[in-house]
């Protein structure tokens, strides 16, 4: 962050002064966990479910604090914020919130983010929206803009109302690109996000099934995703997938300049002759009005060539020339864990960990991939061990059983089920035409550990992925487990 005292901070987020005269200047980070805090640094007091960060105080300024954005009155140098209304209070989920003070630390922090980013001339700020693919995009076009200069970029998924600010934060007088990711669970969420730090370019990626229980059909999360274009300004940038119709209409609702990516032909940058290799990287030519060049991507699934191409996007509109653009994605590497993460044992077993999460989607693009790396000119025996699919409402077992047929369609070996919640996942498949042992439904994660570490075979493949709330990682990290890499 750039460096603040506390007489700013307090102006900037409408707080005021406690145990202070204002004088003390934040030159260190903004941190939220007293453990990440260095000397110099201004300590977030974020009530929580579990712990409240005001019983860290005395901690966070042993650990060199300049200061504290608290809720209440602490024995340290602090500014104090306002409460907040009911209807931001309600408009911010913080579990256990219960008097306010959580959304209060966070809209200070908001207010804190968007002082610091005003102030950043040379600052270009990047958001990346959609139902999946965000951090994998995210981590591509900082890795495309960093030659470019000093980028900051989130680590992982941290892309909420706390997430987003505090990486905003991250930016000092130096930085040049803020790649952000904006995530939304009701309408209006990405445009309050975009008052934190506004976009100059805007990405949206697609709009799919992720929080379908929350939003009620695809056309609402369409206008909630199409918050991030309508925010840009005219001298703006709206990066649309031609290949999403629902994404592709947004063009309408903005005053920026529309580039479209994707393999469509009226695509502005695109991807042409996509061929994969037997660990399902994809190759291909990038064509852009700039030129031509190839790409062969490091990342494992045919979904990472629209990724490719929106970073490319990006770059390209910075001032970025084709053939290093193409020479980037190429060089590009798997920063954020339990996506698409691919290991293979000394024995030969392959372990796709994408665990993270999952959404209908990026199911069948994680399956898709596991059928590449399976069914080449040396066939190899696919496993894929799924678990419930999260925040899907009234769809829950319409779409849980459509991946189960998705998953025969496509010839993947073995399917093991695990939860009864995904249970409709295994009454798909049989009822696809699954046989025998071909799928298999199990209790739980333990039960999977149990069933692959007793059958799985030298050279086979195994994708691990479901929502976060299945805890599926356990599996990947069983089956990695004092094996050989």
Same mark, same amino acid.
């Given at each position: 962050?750039?460096?603040?005292?506390?007489?700013?901070?307090?102006?900037?987020?409408?707080?005021?002064?406690?145990?202070?005269?204002?004088?003390?200047?934040?030159?260190?980070?903004?941190?939220?966990?007293?453990?990440?805090?260095?000397?110099?640094?201004?300590?977030?007091?974020?009530?929580?479910?579990?712990?409240?960060?005001?019983?860290?105080?005395?901690?966070?300024?042993?650990?060199?604090?300049?200061?504290?954005?608290?809720?209440?009155?602490?024995?340290?140098?602090?500014?104090?914020?306002?409460?907040?209304?009911?209807?931001?209070?309600?408009?911010?989920?913080?579990?256990?919130?219960?008097?306010?003070?959580?959304?209060?630390?966070?809209?200070?922090?908001?207010?804190?983010?968007?002082?610091?980013?005003?102030?950043?001339?040379?600052?270009?700020?990047?958001?990346?929206?959609?139902?999946?693919?965000?951090?994998?995009?995210?981590?591509?076009?900082?890795?495309?803009?960093?030659?470019?200069?000093?980028? +900051? @970029? =989130?680590? !992982? /998924?941290?892309?909420? %109302? $706390? &997430?987003?600010?505090?990486?905003?934060?991250?930016?000092? #007088?130096?930085?040049?690109?803020?790649?952000?990711?904006?995530?939304?669970?009701?309408?209006?969420?990405?445009?309050?996000?975009?008052?934190?730090?506004?976009?100059?370019?805007?990405?949206?990626?697609?709009?799919?099934?992720?929080?379908?229980?929350?939003?009620?059909?695809?056309?609402?999360?369409?206008?909630?995703?199409?918050?991030?274009?309508?925010?840009?300004?005219?001298?703006?940038?709206?990066?649309?997938?031609?290949?999403?119709?629902?994404?592709?209409?947004?063009?309408?609702?903005?005053?920026?300049?529309?580039?479209?990516?994707?393999?469509?032909?009226?695509?502005?940058?695109?991807?042409?002759?996509?061929?994969?290799?037997?660990?399902?990287?994809?190759?291909?030519?990038? +064509? @852009? =009005?700039? !030129? /031509?060049?190839?790409? %062969? $991507? &490091?990342?494992?699934?045919?979904?990472?060539?629209?990724? #490719?191409?929106?970073?490319?996007?990006?770059?390209?509109?910075?001032?970025?020339?084709?053939?290093?653009?193409?020479?980037?994605?190429?060089?590009?590497?798997?920063?954020?864990?339990?996506?698409?993460?691919?290991?293979?044992?000394?024995?030969?077993?392959?372990?796709?960990?994408?665990?993270?999460?999952?959404?209908?989607?990026?199911?069948?693009?994680?399956?898709?991939?596991?059928?590449?790396?399976?069914?080449?000119?040396?066939?190899?025996?696919?496993?894929?061990?799924?678990?419930?699919?999260?925040?899907?409402?009234?769809?829950?077992?319409?779409?849980?059983?459509?991946?189960?047929?998705?998953?025969?369609?496509?010839?993947?070996?073995?399917?093991?089920?695990?939860?009864?919640?995904? @249970? =409709?996942?295994?009454?798909?498949?049989?009822?696809? &035409?699954?046989?025998?042992?071909?799928?298999?439904?199990?209790?739980?994660?333990?039960?999977?550990?149990?069933?692959?570490?007793?059958?799985?075979?030298?050279?086979?493949?195994?994708?691990?992925?479901?929502?976060?709330?299945?805890?599926?990682?356990?599996?990947?990290?069983?089956?990695?487990?004092?094996?050989?890499?």
């Amino acid at each position: 962050m750039i460096p603040l005292s506390l007489a700013e901070i307090a102006q900037a987020v409408g707080g005021r002064l406690h145990n202070t005269d204002g004088s003390p200047v934040v030159t260190g980070s903004v941190e939220f966990d007293s453990r990440q805090l260095g000397d110099g640094g201004l300590f977030v007091a974020l009530p929580g479910e579990k712990v409240d960060g005001h019983d860290f105080v005395a901690k966070a300024v042993a650990s060199g604090a300049a200061g504290v954005l608290a809720a209440r009155e602490v024995d340290a140098p602090s500014v104090i914020v306002p409460p907040v209304s009911e209807a931001h209070h309600g408009s911010v989920a913080l579990t256990g919130d219960s008097d306010g003070s959580g959304a209060a630390v966070l809209a200070a922090l908001a207010a804190l983010a968007r002082h610091v980013v005003d102030r950043l001339e040379n600052l270009t700020v990047v958001g990346i929206t959609g139902s999946s693919g965000k951090t994998s995009t995210k981590d591509l076009i900082a890795q495309v803009l960093s030659p470019m200069g000093p980028t +900051v @970029a =989130p680590p !992982g /998924s941290f892309n909420n %109302e $706390l &997430g987003h600010p505090w990486t905003a934060l991250r930016s000092d #007088a130096r930085t040049r690109f803020l790649v952000l990711e904006l995530s939304a669970r009701g309408v209006g969420h990405i445009a309050q996000l975009c008052e934190v730090a506004p976009p100059r370019i805007g990405v949206v990626l697609n709009v799919g099934s992720a929080h379908l229980g929350e939003f009620g059909t695809r056309e609402d999360i369409a206008r909630t995703k199409g918050e991030l274009v309508e925010s840009l300004p005219s001298d703006g940038v709206a990066v649309l997938n031609a290949d999403d119709p629902l994404v592709a209409a947004m063009a309408e609702r903005t005053k920026a300049k529309v580039v479209l990516v994707g393999q469509s032909p009226k695509a502005d940058v695109r991807a042409e002759d996509v061929e994969l290799d037997e660990q399902a990287r994809a190759r291909f030519l990038l +064509v @852009a =009005p700039q !030129g /031509s060049a190839r790409v %062969e $991507l &490091g990342l494992h699934g045919e979904h990472h060539v629209g990724n #490719a191409l929106s970073a490319a996007a990006v770059a390209l509109e910075l001032g970025a020339g084709v053939e290093e653009v193409a020479q980037r994605l190429s060089g590009a590497q798997r920063v954020s864990q339990r996506r698409m993460e691919v290991t293979t044992r000394a024995d030969g077993v392959t372990v796709v960990n994408d665990s993270y999460n999952a959404n209908p989607e990026s199911v069948r693009a994680a399956l898709k991939t596991l059928a590449a790396m399976t069914h080449g000119e040396q066939p190899r025996r696919g496993w894929a061990v799924l678990g419930v699919m999260g925040e899907l409402g009234d769809d829950h077992i319409a779409a849980h059983d459509g991946i189960g047929r998705y998953a025969v369609r496509l010839d993947v070996s073995r399917l093991v089920v695990v939860g009864e919640q995904a @249970a =409709p996942m295994h009454q798909g498949a049989y009822l696809e &035409g699954s046989w025998g042992e071909e799928s298999v439904l199990v209790p739980d994660v333990d039960a999977a550990i149990a069933l692959l570490r007793d059958q799985v075979r030298e050279g086979d493949v195994v994708l691990v992925k479901a929502s976060k709330v299945a805890g599926l990682w356990r599996v990947a990290d069983a089956l990695l487990e004092g094996a050989g890499q």
